[in-house]
């Protein structure tokens, strides 16, 4: 949804980096768990240290269920409510809400994104919505996009789970700008691979150009700019029974980022995501310490959130049957694979209930405190959500993310601090 990673070890890095949501587990195997520290709110989905990820788990798991028709716990929208500092941002975790935020809390544009989008789907939370919506408003960079950390370079990854949690908001991306007159899509088309570029990375974004301004195809950031592109964040309408093949981008004429549109731009990651997707039916990363690529579940699952929001219903179907035949170590006890889970079934169109013999709905349920409500059957109004007013005047509107994966939970690009490569 992507941050969209794993937390623990993947964010301590990006909180120093200015990177996003790190993969910790880039396999099919569980992900390594850091041990969990004493007293962990009742609140929270669960067991693991959330220093470095329990708002961007939190979120997912509480949008995964609003999307699978159950009403979430109380107590555990209450704790994600209460993770805001008083100036509307939000840091990864705090382990006394009580008290106040001061210069050194680590308040980001990952966390505060990812629970604008959680909130603003659940509803009841206008105030708060709005007034993180202000904070991103008030660190967006000049150059139109965010960085994990208020004042560090512009990211793929942190500027998408920005735009996924404007749309959320009600806000339009394209007119939220910086003092010099930049958008979001000024700084996201900026990251993209154009036609002058290497004839396979065509379409492909990077997470952030190198020290000389050099641009490097990243899946992970490919998947987050395919989203945001099409101003969607980790929640999107399930797909339908027609396919939208994917075109690379035109590079018949001269190809440029100040003539390309968000959704061209869209389409063109698409593309790319499609092509590495083929052969395999998964993506790969290198993980801290191997000497090959390995599986990556949490950038595979991204992706296939990505081409289902642009329609593309034969791109999406094997990645999508390879998750469900491989996700389910990865996805044990861990809120945040079991959320992405879910809302990449969502999104394909298929059963989360029912995902490879699995019912992820249960799994993450177990994570957490106990539902308020569990109605399969609200699934189905779930899906035809609109942008609209909630009974406070929240808008009623889907996001997406993401993140990169934290190195413990493994989940995919909306925590923007993933890889760098």
Known sequence: MNVRRSAAAALAASAVLCVAASPAAADDSPSPKAPAPANLPSGLHGTEDPTYDGVWRQSLALLAQDTAGVTPARKAVDWLAGQQCASGGFAMYRADPAEKCDAKTPVDSNATAAAVQALAALGGRGAQVGKAVGWLKSVQNQDGGWGYNPGSPSDTNSTSVVIGALAAAGEKPEGVKSQKGKSAY???????????????????????????????????????????????????????????????????????????????????????????????HHLTALAPGADKPAPDLANTADAVIALAAGGHRDAAAGPLKWLERNSAAWAKDNPAALGTLVLTAHAAGADPRDF??????????????????????????????????????????????????????????????????
């Not at 964040?233 to 093949?245: F, I, Y």
């Not at 003539?259 to 731009?265: F, G, I, T």
């Not at 709905?361 to 779930?382: E, F, I, R, Y």
């Open 186 to 280: 000024d700084a996201l088309l900026g990251f993209q691979l154009g036609c002058d570029e290497k004839t396979g990375e065509h379409g492909a974004f990077t997470y952030q150009p190198d020290k000389k301004g050099r641009l490097a195809a990243n899946t992970d950031a490919t998947a987050a700019g395919a989203l945001a592109g099409l101003g969607k964040g980790m929640v999107v309408e399930p797909l339908g029974d027609d396919d939208e093949p994917v075109t690379a981008l035109d590079c018949a004429e001269t190809d440029s980022k100040d003539s390309r549109e968000p959704d061209e731009a869209a389409a063109g990651a698409a593309a790319y995501l499609a092509g590495a997707l083929k052969k395999d």
């Open 356 to 421: 490879g013999g699995n019912d992820l709905v249960q799994q993450l349920n177990a994570t957490g405190p106990k539902p308020a409500a569990n109605d399969p059957a609200k699934a189905a109004a779930a899906s035809d959500h609109q942008a609209g007013d909630s009974d406070d005047g929240d808008p009623a509107i889907w996001w997406i993310v993401g993140v990169g994966l934290v190195a413990g939970v493994g989940i995919g690009f909306l925590l923007s601090g993933r890889k760098k490569s």
